[in-house]
Nanobody
């Protein structure tokens, strides 16, 4: 069973960039699709992106499409979320999650994911 740790969050001005990392231990991520989710205060958890176990497929929510890029390096057991052109509405706690899967597709539906990191805070403000 993988343990996931997010890092890379912080305070950034609108239009800036951040790169989040999701590092796994305890298990290889080769068999897991990875999703990124975020939750702002008082709001429901929002799925924003996912990547299949091999990295062959990625999907993005409309709210981040064209600005965020998900990638993975299975040799490093790490998944990344590159966030560009950040907006104040991107402010949230960002979580990565793992879904045991052998499919070549993925979905960013929270109930499908079994293992979660602790989250990292992203604040976009001037």
């Amino acid at each position: 069973q993988p343990q996931l740790v997010e890092s890379g969050g912080g305070l950034v001005q609108p239009g800036g960039s951040l790169r989040l990392s999701c590092a796994a231990s305890g298990s290889t991520l080769d068999y897991y699709a990875i999703g990124w989710f975020r939750q702002a205060p008082g709001k429901e958890r929002e799925g924003i992106s996912c990547i299949s176990h091999s990295g062959s497929t990625t999907n993005y929510a409309d709210s981040v499409k064209g600005r965020f890029t998900i990638s993975r390096d299975n040799a490093k057991n790490t998944v990344y979320l590159q966030m560009n052109s950040l907006r104040p509405e991107d402010t949230a706690v960002y979580y990565c999650a793992a879904d045991f899967s052998f499919t070549v597709q993925c979905a960013y539906v929270a109930t499908q994911y079994d293992y979660w990191g602790q989250g990292t805070q992203v604040t976009v403000s001037s």
